[in-house]
């Protein structure tokens, strides 16, 4: 998307470098954050400087190349193996990490030749990275279908192009509809405890200049009763088989206050979101993160210095899961990149 007249990707490769558009520091400051390692990358996405489920997927991608690249011939398998445990180990919920990573480990399988793993290292990683634009464009043109003109979207989270390469999966439908000259209004939870929808999800949407109203992340029921939501649209982390979904914190309770109101639900999210091996949402393993996310907020001050702040009694003890699962009872329709689907049927889409 554009960033002050110029194209960019969340996250790309240049020569061995990784260069990633650091979110832990947006909407407040503008940055690139160079990672000239694996390790670096790994680290990129473990501290959030990369988030999103399809942005941390190239981003591993990436990574796992970057690991080919410095390999030693000598020690390149082990090294290797060493390196994809790493960028495995980053972050658990995202399907799309270890779809990266294990579609490049398996790419070098094919060979013996180091010379000739580099390149389809680097070759794997930018098709995933393409694959995943490429998927993203196609969600916005087939979702765009459902937003029909003054439609007012609430959105949970950050499921934009932030997210992931490019597009993204929530607001891509809603960049489409806008440029079919639609009218749209986006509701924009909040998003606690890292405010990805108030830092992350307004800030793209200003860029686009789309109208929105960040809410707090417990006043979407208000706005629901009041007949201001038309359509909730979210994004994934993880997809099971029976197409329940895991996604940010706090999605669950959307989901059954949209049924509740006879609102539609629908989640946007690539193929390579939907992991097949998994049978229900039970088994969607959930991040749970730092205390101190939930205990404190960051923000900017009156003169622009980022300073982090504490909102609870000295001591206070706090919990942080970082997803949660909302069954497929209560979702409308799973947009993919294939199509619209009802979340029981998604097997149609395995050989699709
Ligand atoms: O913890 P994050 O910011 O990496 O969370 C992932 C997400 O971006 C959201 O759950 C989003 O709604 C899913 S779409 C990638």
Redesign the pocket.
Known sequence: MIVKGKHYKTVWLEGNTVKIIN?AVLPHKFEITECPDHQRTARAIST?II??????GTAAGFGMAQAVLEAPEKDFEAYIRNARTSLRNT?P??Q?LFYSIERVFRCIQETTDPEQARIRAVMEAEAIALEDINACKQIGEIGAKLIQNNFKVL?????GW???TDW???LSPIYVAKREHKNIFVWVDE?RP?F?GAR?TAWELQEEQIPYAVIADNAAGFYMQRGEVDLVI????RIARNGDV????G?YEKAVLAKEHDIPFYV??PTS?IDWDCTHGGDIPI?E?SESEVVSVTGRDEVNNLRTVFIVPEGAKARNP??DVTPAAYITGIITEKGIVAPEKLAKLKNK
């Open positions: 979110q959030m988030r999103g489920a399809g942005a941390i972050r919920t995202a799309n959105t949970h989270c950050n499921a932030l997210a992931f993204g999966t929530a998003t890292r990805q992350l979210v994004g994934s982390d895991a996604n940010k914190i999605t946007a999210a979101t991040e993160r970082a997803f």
